[in-house]
């Protein structure tokens, strides 16, 4: 098992496997879905060689880059973890993955891109590898779903029929029927409820492949049920793309969680058919995008009080409107309208340092919108990290706009508690994995409701 932190350490890598991994990752990264979700700037889609990773060919080393998640390639795991756990000259054991991966479920939990079904309070912590724990997800939440209610949809069906049943066809009658005395074999075309369905397909094609590749006994129990239950449904190779294009009713919008799971696991690995078995995998995701979500999944669901928008894109900088302001976050709280952004960067808190880590570029950025949005008050998150854990005030600044006769523009940057020392989850070993951190989420519900009471004044 290999352990990568965001542009931090660096680990040893067989260079004869160079080729076949970077081959590998080029494919996952032009698989990627084309949204910011992914990329900073337009420029960065035009690329298709991979960012996941700096291949040292030299060194024969592996370094990562500004994605977190996990690679599975030639039986061997590759984690890619955040930056904020990263502690120069530790050894990271299982427990300390684990402990991570919690993390990182937990954020993904108020996200929007990905929705993570609601029963996984029910998950211990207890899996290191995210793979691992993917599946398990995937294969206890359909499970579940399928044992009450299996999806069936109208699909057009042709067969030989006794009895008329929908529209017949005629040419096929005479031509294979009336002609060789089968007066009695109708071919009818029509509408049947079946279960034999593109969705049900694609279920069994992916719980077909996790199998074969899940160590899990408690993820193989549930993949088989799966099978079981979906034995009846032909078995085919079925694409992310075929897969993405399934829409559902609202009766059916349960299913959609397990849609978006076979999505994510077709689009990210290779498998190869003639084996029917899922040799490579990467599920990877930008950080900077996790925690700028996360903050406003979060406020959304936690703070009632509290009025949030995302990433408002209908301001622009020049009258021409060419140059578009979207700031992640625009806040409404005892009738203050303040704008909010996030900053996935571990900030510098030692007091000789007059700037605190907060950069030039951010503190223009923050002042463009401020005229535009017409706020006086700007407020950046930052993430705390596992070398200052404590949430804090980092700084305060203060911008006279002399165009407006001289107000001020008030910029103040916050530390808040994203992440609890690895320790404290080890600890708690016996409980789920969404329950560890009622001490965190509170914790952080505080920090926001008191950063907001003190630029409500």
């Known amino acids: 098992m290999i352990n990568l932190f965001e542009y931090q350490n660096q680990e040893p890598f067989e260079a004869d496997q160079f080729d076949e991994l970077e081959l590998f990752l080029d494919d996952i990264w032009n698989k990627r879905e084309k949204s910011s979700y992914f990329s900073d700037s337009e420029d960065e889609e035009l690329v298709e060689a991979q960012r996941f990773l700096q291949l040292l060919r030299k060194e024969h080393h592996l370094k990562s880059n500004k994605y977190v998640g996990v690679i599975h390639f030639n039986k061997q795991t590759i984690n890619l973890l955040p930056k904020v756990f990263f502690q120069n000259g530790k050894t990271y054991t299982e427990k300390d993955v684990r402990s991570i991966n919690a993390h990182v479920l937990w954020w993904l939990s108020y996200c929007r891109k990905l929705r993570f ?44 029929l006794n009895v008329v049943k929908g529209s017949v066809n005629f ?41 074969t590749v899940s160590k899990d006994s408690q993820s193989k129990r549930n993949l088989r049920d799966i099978l079981f239950i ?153 993430p705390n990290s596992i070398n200052a854990i404590e949430p804090c005030e980092i700084k305060t600044l203060q911008v006279q706009d002399m165009l407006a006769e001289g107000q001020e523009i008030e910029v103040k940057a916050y530390q808040i508690p994203f992440i609890q020392t690895l320790d404290l989850l080890e600890h708690q070993n016996t409980m789920t994995i969404f329950s560890q951190f009622d001490i965190l989420r509170l914790e952080l519900t505080e920090c926001f409701i008191e950063i907001l009471e003190n630029n409500a004044k």
């Open 117 to 160: 079904p609601n029963y996984q309070t029910g998950l211990t912590n207890e899996k290191e590898d995210f793979f691992e724990i993917l599946i398990y997800l995937f294969s206890k939440y359909t499970k579940q779903l399928l044992s009450s209610s299996i999806f069936q949809q109208y699909v057009n069906v042709e067969r030989d």
């Open 171 to 211: 040419n096929a009658y005479v031509g294979n029927h009336i002609s060789r005395g089968n007066y009695h074999h109708i071919p009818c075309s029509y509408d049947s409820f079946e279960l034999d369905n593109t969705f049900n397909r694609c279920i069994k094609y992916v719980a077909e492949l996790l199998l």
């Open 230 to 382: 979906l034995d009846e449904v032909s078995g085919e190779s079925i694409t992310a793309n075929q897969c993405r294009s399934i829409q559902f009713n609202p009766m059916f919008k349960e299913f959609e969680t397990v849609r978006d799971y076979c999505i994510l696991f077709l689009e990210n690995s290779v498998s190869f058919n003639y084996k029917s078995s899922l040799q490579l995998f990467a599920f990877l995701l930008p950080m900077e995008y996790v925690f700028e979500d996360f903050v406003f999944g979060f406020i959304q669901k936690e703070i009632e009080e509290l009025n949030a928008k995302a990433q408002i894109s209908n301001t622009f900088l020049d009258t021409n409107r060419h140059f578009a302001l979207k700031p992640d976050l625009l806040l409404n709280y005892k009738d203050q309208h303040i704008v909010a952004d996030t900053k996935y960067k571990i900030v510098n808190l030692d007091e000789q340092d007059s700037k605190r880590g907060i950069s030039q570029s951010d503190l223009y950025q923050m002042v463009s919108y401020a005229i535009r949005f017409e706020s006086k008050k700007i407020i950046l998150f930052y």
